[in-house]
């Protein structure tokens, strides 16, 4: 029986090497040009819609809009949402087994914006449901998610970790027209229905990719 020691293995040869570094490059670039697409739609969607349901009387709605701070905190979640999506399109399965916690992160960085908003504009106000903000901000993750599936084809199906930061990606990224139409910043509303809406979007992502994974 052969025990060959993987260092006494006879090296690939250089042709063989030149043409798998040439597929990866061309993967590799299918996959910045399809998070650039994304990035570019899930810009437009979301600015769309916050201006849509926010802009009244030549000014936006929502909680501290205008200001230096909150267009910073608001950059932030969407910074932050497509960084987490780009790592997706990117993502192998050894990385993600290492970057399993990333989504957690993304979702405490996410609730550490709102928690600023609040401290910085928070008011209550009586008679203000959430439910709206939370159903506005669920449509728009799975609106994403959609544009995801799109646009990733296959890449949301290859492991958990993936499909966990697609979703809470789209969380984040949900977030910006809910802060730029939603004029309500208490604490109490930021924190349960805003900062629900990455959690619906990582539910989201791990649905779709346990019910398209492979089997």
């Not at 910045?32 to 899930?42: D, H, K, S």
């Not at 201006?51 to 501290?64: S, T, Y």
């Not at 970057?99 to 609040?118: E, F, M, N, T």
């Not at 504009?121 to 449509?139: E, K, N, Q, R, V």
Request: with cysteine; aromatic share 4%.
């Amino acid at each position: 029986m052969s025990s060959l020691a993987p260092d006494s293995m006879p090296p690939l040869p250089s042709a063989l090497l030149d043409e798998v570094r040439r597929d990866c490059a061309a993967l590799a670039r299918t996959r910045r040009r399809r998070w650039a697409l994304f990035a570019g739609l899930a810009v437009t969607l979301t600015l769309g819609l916050g201006f849509g349901m926010g802009w009244r009387d030549g000014a936006l709605v929502g909680a501290g809009c205008g200001s230096a701070l909150h267009t910073g905190l608001v950059v932030a979640l969407g910074l932050g949402g497509l960084g987490l999506i780009g790592l997706a399109f990117g993502l192998t399965l050894p990385a993600g087994r290492r970057l399993r916690g990333l989504p957690v992160i993304g979702l405490a960085v996410g609730l550490a914006v709102l928690a600023a908003i609040s401290a910085a504009y928070g008011a209550p106000l009586d008679g203000h449901s959430g439910w709206a903000c939370l159903s506005i901000g669920g449509a728009c993750a799975l609106g994403l998610v959609v544009l995801v599936v799109g646009l990733g084809r296959r890449i949301i199906r290859r492991h958990a970790p993936s499909a966990g930061l697609f979703g809470v990606g789209v969380g984040l990224l949900a977030l910006v027209p809910l802060s730029l139409a939603c004029h309500d910043a208490s604490a109490s509303h930021l924190m349960i229905w805003h900062g629900l809406v990455p959690v619906v979007g990582g539910a989201l992502g791990l649905l779709v990719w346990s019910l398209a994974r492979p089997e």
